[in-house]
């Protein structure tokens, strides 16, 4: 098959696993810095979802990008999230280890015709690729590889955000493997999560238009869409988005407090006399307490000031 475009909308729609299969859901923290207050709202929600559904909750570990990576910084992670209570029901997975699966992925892309060769540099093509090297047919190494999306909308139902479509020409072919050849987050994510038998993602909704692609290139592998749950992102109460250097983000030493925080983020009412409580009681009230729909359609929350 010469030329494909990964598959509609129709096809991904029919493949979504729905609530009856056994919930496995996933907290993915890329260890280029410690765990902060923005990727703690996306671990106890995930967490939280994977525990009232009776599911398993897996931590990986997404060390792909490995110049961006901070040394100590996976086990800090992993550390703080089980003083927080958050401990992997599974042996934590590392995408370092996982290149010939992404390899493999990306072979299967090749030889679908679903995956073409693009040579253009950032500066070539700022802001959203407009499919430059799509029909070159280039052979050139190294050369990063993009998967052809359909033309049109990609759509998927999101557990908070609803009903999400992103135009393909508005979000442009993604890079699936880097001209320095190791595999791209958005080729990897969709090859573990379907490896690990993922059925829910939870995560945060900065990752929202990144679903969209994951969504084509799942189907373009023939492999399951798992159900999306994008959480509303964290920003800085002037509504800038965290950066690792603002001190706002740091979870410190008192877990009580920023387990309640993160409640609170995630517009939960905890009673405030929780806020010093042991953090096996404050998993124990939320787990008791989820509720969702109070979420419904929030993107962002800001931190307050
Ligand atoms: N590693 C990604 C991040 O830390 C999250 C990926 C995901 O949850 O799909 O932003
Ligand atoms: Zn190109």
């Not at 890329?30 to 990727?39: A, D, I, V």
């Not at 901070?70 to 992670?77: K, L, S």
């Not at 029901?89 to 995956?115: K, M, T, W």
Request: a neutral charge; aromatic letters at 6%.
């Amino acid at each position: 098959m010469k030329n494909s475009t990964a598959t509609g909308t129709t096809a991904t729609a029919d493949r979504q696993q729905g609530a009856a299969a056994s919930y496995r859901g996933r907290f993915a923290p890329s260890p280029t810095g410690l765990l902060h207050q923005g990727s703690l709202v996306a671990a106890l929600a995930s967490w939280l979802e994977a525990r009232v559904h009776g599911g398993t909750w897996i931590i990986r570990m997404e060390d792909l990008d490995t110049p961006r990576c901070v040394p100590g910084a996976a086990e800090a992670i992993l550390a703080t999230l089980a003083g927080l209570g958050l401990v992997s029901d599974e042996p934590v997975i590392y995408q370092s280890a996982r290149r010939d699966a992404y390899a493999a992925a990306l072979h299967a892309l090749e030889a679908s015709g679903y995956s073409y060769r693009c040579n253009c540099s950032r500066s070539d093509a700022p802001g959203v690729y407009a499919g430059h090297c799509r029909d070159l047919g280039l052979q050139t190494s190294p050369a990063a590889r993009r998967l052809r999306l359909p033309a049109g909308n990609i759509c998927f139902d999101d557990g908070i955000q609803g009903r999400c479509c992103f135009d393909s020409a508005s979000i442009g072919d993604p890079v699936i493997y880097r001209r320095d050849n190791l595999a791209a987050y958005q080729l990897a994510v969709v090859v573990d999560d379907a490896a690990q038998g993922i059925t829910h993602v939870v995560r945060g909704a900065d990752l929202l238009d990144s679903t969209a692609w994951q969504v084509c290139i799942a189907g373009a592998l023939l492999l399951p869409v798992p159900r999306y749950t994008h959480v509303p992102l964290i920003t800085e109460a002037d509504g800038a988005k965290l950066a690792k250097s603002r001190h706002s983000l740091a979870i410190n030493d008192d877990l009580s407090a920023a387990l309640y925080g993160a409640l609170m983020l995630l517009q939960q009412s905890p009673p405030i006399s929780l806020k010093a409580a042991a953090v096996s009681d404050i998993l124990t009230w939320a787990t008791g307490n989820w509720s969702p729909e109070s979420l419904a359609g929030t993107r962002a929350v800001s931190l307050r000031s």
